[in-house]
Each structure stands twice: as C-alpha cells, then as structure tokens.
C-alpha cells in the first residue's frame, strides 16, 4: 500500500541550531513533492515544491533535498528561531498528467527553545 | 477579502441537525477541495472539484454533501453526524496550470458533534 511517513515525535531544537525533518514514502513516483507549515488551529501554508528531477531547492533559510531512489525529501530550516515553531506537513503529487491529486503525510512538530 | 475564507471557524451541533460550511476563494483558482483534519491523523481529502465539477469523491458518507455553485464557492452540507465526524475542516483552493497543484487553505471550521 501507499504510505507517506513523518516522525510523529516532535522536534526539540535549541534556537540558531538547524532543524532537519524527513518525509519517507513507500509505493509512490511523485512528479512533486510540497512542504507545507501549520499552525495550531489554522490551514497549512505552502512553502516550497520540489520536481522530481531536482536534488535541492532553497528558499531564505528553508532548503529540501528530494532523494528518489531513498524516496526520501528531508526538510531544513537553518539558524532556527522560536518562530519557527510548528507543524510541518509533507504532500506528494501524484499524478503525471491531467489532474493530479495530493496525499499528505501526518506532519512533524517542531519546538524550537529560545 | 483576500485568500481562502470559511464561515463559521467554529460549529457545535447535534446528531440531528443539519448545517452548512461555506468557503471562497478569490485567488481566481478553478479547483476546490474539502479536507478532514482529525488530531493525529493526516489531512483526509474529501471531496475535489474542477470548474464546478465534482472530480474526486474519496468514499465519503453521505452525510456529508457538497456543492459547487461557481469556481469561487464551495460548500459542505451536513445532516446527522456522529461523534467521530468532529474535526477540523479545512478547504483550499489550486491553480491547475502547470501541475504544482500548490494548495492554499482557508483557517478551517472546527466542527464538535454533540
């Protein structure tokens, strides 16, 4: 079956360390994958979409990696801030061609200690 | 107003009731979705549609009735929950060129079912 895994343990990070979350995936070939944040209460924020033919992508102090043949994306947030204390959920795009539909992982959360 | 906005953010209602969450987007998208979120649990898609057209229905109850007037609106009609429907609902919108189908949610109704 297809699954999509996020450590359901939270992240406790000290505050200017990197925090690393992974998403892992079984018996998928996405085209995309999307990291999105949540808040508590609140709808998931998109923040980054990787191809599947791109090893890395980047944006200010967020970078994911996208490793097909680990089927594994890890996330990254550099010189973390208590702000950046969250939710973060991983989505995969399924789907070539036409309508492609979303699946997404559980999340994992992140505390990050001032 | 801008984004993806749902009315009410928060809903109490009996076994027997019957009530209605509404959501818009004004980010000018053609596609809508309903999602599940139950605490622990991944986003469940409910139900897509695609220029008013119900595309993707993921065997969810028929307690649970959407409709689709224009690409803008979007409701969900509910008529006798149970207990385990209470959730937080959220709805989103995506633009379908191109295939990043990056979704942009709404804050979400949190529905308790008495």
């Known amino acids: 079956s297809q699954k999509i895994e996020q450590n359901s343990e939270a992240l406790n990070i000290q505050e200017g360390k990197t925090a690393t979350l992974t998403c892992n995936y079984t018996?998928?070939?996405?085209?995309?994958l999307q990291w999105y944040r949540q808040d508590p209460g609140r709808g998931p924020v998109f923040l980054l979409l990787?191809?599947?033919?791109?090893k890395e992508k980047r944006k200010e102090r967020l970078k994911v990696t996208f490793d097909t043949t680990l089927k594994q994306s890890l996330f990254h947030i550099t010189a973390s801030q208590p702000a950046d204390s969250a939710t973060y959920l991983c989505?995969?795009?399924?789907?070539?061609?036409?309508?492609?539909?979303?699946?997404f992982g559980s999340g994992t959360r992140l505390q990050v200690q001032p | 107003e801008t984004g993806v906005t749902q009315t009410p953010r928060h809903l109490v209602m009996g076994m027997t009731n019957k009530k209605s969450l509404k959501c818009e987007q004004h980010?000018?998208?053609?596609?809508m979705y309903w999602y599940k979120q139950s605490a622990k649990k991944p986003l469940e898609l409910m139900f897509v549609?695609?220029?008013?057209?119900?595309?993707e229905n993921n065997s969810v109850p028929s307690r649970f009735s959407p409709e689709c007037p224009n690409s803008s609106h979007l409701f969900l009609h509910l008529h006798t929950l149970q207990p385990e429907d209470s959730a937080l609902y959220l709805c989103?919108?995506?633009?379908?060129?191109?295939?990043?189908?990056?979704?942009?949610f709404g804050p979400g109704t949190r529905l308790t079912v008495l």
């Open positions: 989505a995969l795009v399924r789907g070539r061609t036409g309508r492609r539909a979303l699946t």
């Open positions: 018996n998928y070939s996405p085209a995309y």
């Open positions: 990787i191809r599947e033919n791109e």
């Open positions: 980010l000018g998208h053609n596609a």
């Open positions: 549609y695609n220029f008013k057209e119900q595309t």
């Open positions: 989103a919108s995506a633009g379908l060129a191109g295939g990043r189908n990056e979704q942009f």
